[in-house]
């Protein structure tokens, strides 16, 4: 399958488990009543649209966007790293964001201010792998040194985390940091949906503008730079955009690790490496992954099962077949 | 599809090294359109250095490197890749590409930042895989690729750039011989499509092969530049290898004679 019905088969599969989706919960809904709902605008059951306007269409919303946002960054950071095994993470924004989250909650601070510390900690762990890889290696095998860097910072703010973990008060503070650590769509305002959802655009955007000069990035840096690419400029875009996509998103939800890696590789396997399908049908799978998991983990026993769980538990089987996969064609 | 005959890449008086320390001293050297240099020397004497160099990937260390009169170092990559292909030795990719995609992106020099392949980029790549008769694999997995066809699917890909000249980096090393010899001539070929080429090898045959011209770098200096008769004696090659090579001249089956190297074993039957 090429090109444009490739997506719009990823489309329709994302619109169908929309309306699944939609139908779960405490209140169930028949996809029929859905569908009718969102056409007329008017329901023979009374609490429909008020569930569905107040509830589970913010829920939605956000779903889509964070697992399409972090797949997509997760896709291009995997490009500009040449490496498959590479998550948004890596340099440190998920553990930036956990710590300026936890400081921020405390602090006691209010939710809004959670999620502005969350995303200012996303981005410094960042700027401050960036400024740590620029201090050390000038020019030699800069890719390898800026992982480095990475995983240096993320630990560092992991410490950190673990920290702020052992002061904070366990009845009340404790409880407060670690579920917001192990992330959720729960009590997504629309009004919050709608920052996020700026700073995704205006993230993926980019990305999908670049797409096909990710590819020749993806051949290292000498020999992308021998056929033309600015790979300073190149690289800056990318981490400029998938962090701020990554960092925006995770301070909505909290951390949801797993999708970022696990997504881009079954789009691999269906859209083949060409990043200019790979982003775009990254998101969309994205998207469907994280709202079939979040809808698992809302309805599947009375209690809320923390989506960060889920993902884990479905990820990390899959992470391995992929691995057995791929040592057997090599 | 190449014009401007008789532009040149040139180096005049040139250290190359790295952090304002030259390993290769004055170097001079210039490969005009239509020419082939091999490059010889040991491992570690600085052809790769060199190569960084002629790609604009550093700076020299005094001197001046250009190509078509313009300073090198002034050029943006797109523009330097406008000039000045690559060919690195083959490896593998850490992603499958198609092997139509990975000649598509010699196209890149000739594209805007956000832009994508068009018709006219995507005819160009398959002209030049039919150039290096590799059209019918278009389609398949790089990486499913042999080592040989890897190489003449990387110099399309160059080939696609439409830079007037291409530096090649061992292009014939981990090949098996027939590979070998076929992947000379496409090079011997593509000079006459008038693009000047840079070709390291550690072979000193295939200079003869190519009937190219010969640099040798060795104690940190390019000496002896000129024709591969000339260059390539029993002393020259004793001198850079260290080993003692007899330099043949041998008949040909289409008439004429050409040059042939082998190695002095020292025992006897």
């Known amino acids: 399958m090429k090109g444009v019905s490739l997506i719009l088969v990823c489309a329709c599969v994302l619109a169908g488990i929309c309306i699944l989706s939609l139908g779960f919960g405490r209140y169930p809904v028949s996809p029929g009543t859905i569908i009718s709902w969102l056409i007329t605008g008017g329901s023979t059951d009374g609490n429909v649209p008020l569930i569905m306007v107040s509830i589970r269409l913010p829920r939605m919303f956000a779903a889509v966007v964070a697992g399409g946002a972090l797949a997509i960054s997760g896709a291009a950071y995997q490009g500009l790293f040449r490496n498959p095994m590479v998550s948004p993470d890596i340099l440190g924004v998920s553990s930036g964001a956990g710590f300026g989250a936890a400081l921020a909650i405390l602090l006691s601070m209010s939710q809004a201010f959670v999620q502005l510390m969350s995303f200012t900690g996303g981005i410094s762990a960042v700027l401050i792998a960036v400024a740590v890889s620029r201090a050390i290696g000038r020019g030699h095998d800069s890719v390898l040194v800026l992982v480095l860097s990475g995983i240096v910072v993320s630990s560092l703010f992991g410490a950190l985390i673990s920290m702020l973990k052992y002061v904070a008060d366990p009845l009340d503070k404790l409880p407060a940091i670690t579920y917001w650590l192990m992330g959720s769509l729960a009590d997504i305002r629309i009004r919050e949906l709608r920052t996020v959802l700026f700073m995704v655009a205006a993230g993926a955007v980019p990305l999908m503008l670049v797409s096909w000069r990710l590819n020749v990035l993806s051949f290292g840096e000498e020999e992308a730079r021998s056929l033309g690419l600015h790979t300073g400029i190149m690289r800056a875009v990318v981490i400029v955009c998938a962090t701020m996509v990554t960092a925006s998103v995770i301070s909505l939800c909290g951390i949801i690790g797993w999708v970022g890696l696990v997504v881009p590789h079954i789009s691999r396997f269906i859209a083949g490496p060409n990043h200019r399908m790979l982003l775009p049908v990254s998101f969309l799978i994205g998207s469907a992954f994280m709202l079939a998991v979040d809808t698992v983990a809302r309805s599947a026993v009375s209690v809320e099962i923390p989506i960060g769980i889920i993902t884990a538990v479905a990820g990390a089987p899959f992470f391995i077949w992929v691995m057995k996969k791929s040592s057997i064609r090599s | ?269």
Request: hydrophobic content about 40%; glycine content about 10%.
């Open chain 2, 1 to 269: 599809m190449m014009n401007g005959n008789g532009m040149a890449l040139q180096i005049k008086g040139a250290g190359l090294g790295y952090n304002g320390r030259a390993i290769v001293h004055d170097v001079d050297l210039e490969i005009r359109s239509g020419d082939i240099l091999c490059l010889l020397g040991q491992n570690g004497a600085g052809k790769t250095t060199l190569f960084r160099t002629m790609l604009g990937f550093i700076k020299p260390v005094y001197g001046t490197i250009s190509v078509d009169g313009r300073d090198m170092s002034r050029l943006s990559p797109k523009e330097v890749a406008g000039f000045v292909s690559y060919v690195p030795q083959s490896y593998a990719m850490p992603f499958s590409y198609k092997v139509s995609d990975v000649v598509l992106f010699g196209r890149t020099a000739h594209l805007g930042m956000f832009a994508a392949p068009g018709r006219k980029d995507r005819s160009i790549a398959m002209e030049c895989l039919e150039i290096l008769e590799m059209a019918h694999l278009a389609e398949r997995s790089f990486n499913e690729l042999s080592g040989g066809q890897r190489q003449m699917v990387v110099i399309a890909r160059a080939l696609a750039q439409e830079a007037r000249f291409m530096i090649l980096d061992e292009p014939a090393s981990n090949l098996d011989y027939g590979n070998q010899v076929r992947v000379i001539r496409k090079i011997r070929e593509l000079a006459g499509r008038s693009i000047g080429i840079l070709m390291a090898t550690h072979h000193p045959d295939h200079a003869f092969m190519t009937d190219s011209r010969v640099a040798v770098l060795s104690n940190g200096r390019l000496c002896h530049n000129g024709p591969p008769d000339e260059m390539l004696t029993s002393e020259t090659l004793k001198h850079v290898y260290g080993v003692d090579v007899q330099v043949f001249d041998m008949p040909e089956d289409c008439g004429g004679t050409r040059k042939l190297c082998a190695p002095v074993m020292g025992w006897q039957r």
